[in-house]
């Protein structure tokens, strides 16, 4: 990372490649105004980005609102967006501005927007495309200097070829995509990111520990982390917990962490045959991930029907 970049970003860790071709992207879309799509898995850093947009361009000064899409019931959205005039239903005692008005001068974030029902994102295009929009229940159109953040921790191509999202919002969102990789698919920042979190622990005053033991970082590195950085983050906080001083040793690490394909042959008196490999890792994946078989399939490199058959052949319910 540049010393621009780092100075720009403080506390965010990238020393992959992939990070360092992603983060001078995010510095460039920061001084813009286009919509913005961050998508990747879970935990892997899409609300940290959402914030740099903001935060790390000229909009940093204004506000930076964030829509939380699946937590907003339908039948609110609307008004929770764009707000509603004295009136416009039976509760709407007073005028009220939505979130989008809020955010004028600032960023607008729409958190996991795969979730947000297709009448809205028919709605929304036209905000993202117009920047402008009427309350609920009003006739005067509002004209809004906003920035437009989505994140979606799904495939969103995926849902618009499925049908469950609208193709020109996801056309008019996708301007720039940013692309978070999942943890397992950039290892080199696991040990570092696992390092700046025990760092952190040691400034709270959870532990003095003072970094990794060999064997504890092999494992950390081996691990798939389904959860991503928020995942690391927690075992590194229950390490520290675990360990007041010295190294943070492999005793210190949770079973999901500990019980890698390679721990399991040790101890065994025969050596493993292919056919026990090829189970004990598919096994392993298919727990890592929670069943999930689309990411399980991934992890392992084979389309969806391949590991069903697989499973099939091994019983592996
Ligand atoms: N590159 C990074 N450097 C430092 N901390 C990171 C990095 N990426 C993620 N984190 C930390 O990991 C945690 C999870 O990140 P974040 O909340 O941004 O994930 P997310 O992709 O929005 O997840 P979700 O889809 O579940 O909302 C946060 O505490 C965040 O600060
Ligand atoms: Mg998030």
Not at 101 to 121: C, K, R
Request: proline share 6%.
């Amino acid at each position: 990372m540049s010393v621009a970049t780092r100075a720009a970003m403080p506390g965010v860790v990238a020393s992959s490649r992939a990070m360092h071709e992603l983060l001078p992207l995010v510095l460039r879309l920061a001084e813009t105004r286009s919509p913005v799509l961050v998508e990747g898995e879970s935990g892997t850093g899409k609300d940290l980005v959402a914030h740099w947009l903001h935060y790390g361009g000229p909009r940093g000064e204004g506000p930076f609102i964030k829509v939380h899409c699946p937590s907003i019931p339908g039948e609110l959205l609307e008004s929770e967006l764009f707000g509603h005039e004295r009136g416009a239903f039976t509760d709407a005692r007073h005028a009220k501005a939505g979130k989008i008005e809020m955010a004028a001068g600032g960023t607008v974030y729409f958190d996991q927007i795969q979730d947000l029902a297709p009448p809205m994102q028919a709605k929304l295009l036209r905000v993202v495309e117009e920047r402008r929009f009427e309350r609920v229940g009003g006739t005067r159109t509002i004209d809004v200097d906003v920035r437009f953040v989505a994140s979606s921790n799904v495939d969103l191509a995926e849902a618009v070829r499925g049908g469950r999202f609208r193709e020109d919002l996801y056309h008019r969102l996708n301007v720039v995509p940013l692309r978070l990789p999942p943890l397992r698919n950039r290892r080199e920042d696991i040990l570092p990111l696992a390092e700046s979190f025990l760092a952190r622990e040691r400034e709270r005053g959870t532990s003095e520990a003072s970094g990794f033991a060999p064997e504890a970082a092999e494992l950390l590195k081996g691990y798939l982390w389904p959860g991503n950085v928020r995942e690391l983050r927690s075992v590194v906080e229950r390490a520290a917990i675990l360990t007041a001083r010295g190294e943070v040793t492999p005793t210190a690490l949770p079973p999901q962490v500990l019980e890698q394909p390679a721990t399991l042959w040790a101890g065994r008196d025969r050596r493993p045959t292919l056919k026990d490999v090829e189970l004990a890792y598919i096994r392993y994946v298919l727990d890592a991930v929670q069943g999930n078989q689309t990411r399980a399939a991934g992890v392992l490199g084979i389309s969806r029907k391949a590991l069903w058959e697989k499973r099939r052949r091994y019983g592996i319910s």
